[in-house]
């Protein structure tokens, strides 16, 4: 259906132009009935008046259409229903009067009864437009986070192809390593772009996702601590530190606190220096010191891929193993 401009609805807005011009339509409908008064047959007061209530209410409303009535009323009842320039009332002007009233009234709110309608159908549409632009915006940008999220995917598996080259023995280990990686993202993706998800604080998110992370890694036994701010990040980047937490601390659970043992991970994010925030995740675990010689080589594909996500929020990461594993990132707010 088209859509007609609100100018074209009901132009006059204002309700004192509105009244002014229900006046004035008044008079001249009393000029025009007077002028034309000798070349028409007795009996038609209301004539000119008629055109002048409905012009009024189509381009001033309700109010001025029923002001105008009533002024062309009074007029025709003075000037042209016998005996002229009086208001006596008897029962045939009475009745004249009562048909002109209700003719009136009817086209009034007839008229502003189809303008309400009118106006509330251009509303509609104009929702309709703007949630249909809203829908093709969401969906290019879903598109734009699963082009990216399948691309995060592809480097990892790259990273272990190469893994796998080197020491094919571990074959297994590393697919099954990638499947829990693949299906803790996938469960990330469904939480954050969930769109009740945008209301959700940035503390809750990450709570939410770490728990997430030891359902998926079945790490009941180590208890992680989290402080973090409410900082406004849009939901890519959130995406992006989410993984990045889920894989710092999928490393933790698996090297950390190896056969099941239990520990403590401190999740803290703060602000930072210059608008950044910092990302601080400090495991108790065996660290990796010298004595953990195997240690760094089955980090090197989380090292990798923490490292990647970390560059995707334009922000630097340092890795201390001396005492557990503390890692720290820093990046942009925002």
């Known amino acids: 259906m088209p859509a007609f401009p609100r100018t074209l609805v009901r ?12 006046i004035g339509l008044a008079i001249i409908a009393t000029i025009l009935r007077q002028a034309a008064d000798n070349l028409l047959p007795p009996g038609f007061p209301f004539l000119t008046f ?35 320039n009086t208001f006596v009332l008897s029962a045939p002007v009475a009745t004249a009067l009562l048909f002109f009233a209700a003719v009136v009234i009817v086209d009034v709110l007839l008229i502003d009864g189809l303008q309400q309608r009118q106006e509330q159908l251009v509303e509609s549409q104009r929702q309709l437009s703007a949630m249909a632009d809203q829908q093709t ?21 790259r990273i272990q192809r190469r893994q796998i080259e080197r020491t094919p023995e571990i074959a297994l280990t590393v697919l099954e ?75 933790s659970i698996k090297h950390a606190f190896p056969e099941g043992s239990s520990g403590e991970v401190r999740l803290t994010l703060e602000p930072a220096s210059h608008g950044r925030l910092r ?19 089955h980090r090197g594909l989380g090292t990798a891929i923490t490292k990647g996500f970390a560059t995707q929020l334009g922000g630097t990461i340092t890795v201390d193993g001396s005492n557990g594993v503390r890692t720290i990132v820093e990046f942009p707010e925002g």
């Open 50 to 84: 008629f055109p002048a209530v409905i012009v009024t209410a189509f381009v001033a409303g309700r109010g001025p259409g029923a002001l105008c009535g009533v002024l062309s009323l009074l007029s025709s009842w003075y000037f042209f229903i016998p005996p002229a």
């Open 137 to 157: 915006l969401l969906f290019q940008e879903l598109q734009h986070r699963v082009a990216n999220n399948l691309a995060s995917v592809s480097s990892m598996l």
């Open 177 to 251: 390593s990638a499947d829990q990686r693949i299906e803790l993202m996938g469960r990330v993706h469904r939480q954050l772009y969930n769109p009740a998800a945008r209301e959700i604080p940035l503390p809750e998110q990450i709570e939410n996702v770490v728990a997430q992370a030891q359902d998926v890694a079945g790490a009941e036994d180590v208890k992680v601590i989290i402080s973090a701010v409410d900082a406004p990040l849009a939901v890519d980047r959130m995406m992006t530190l989410m993984l990045l937490i889920t894989e710092v601390l999928n490393n």
């Open 279 to 297: 990302l601080t995740i400090a495991d108790n675990g065996r660290g990796l010191s010298p004595g953990h010689a195997d240690v760094p080589r």
């Open 11 to 22: 132009p006059l807005r204002g309700k004192l132009s509105g009244y002014a011009v229900a």
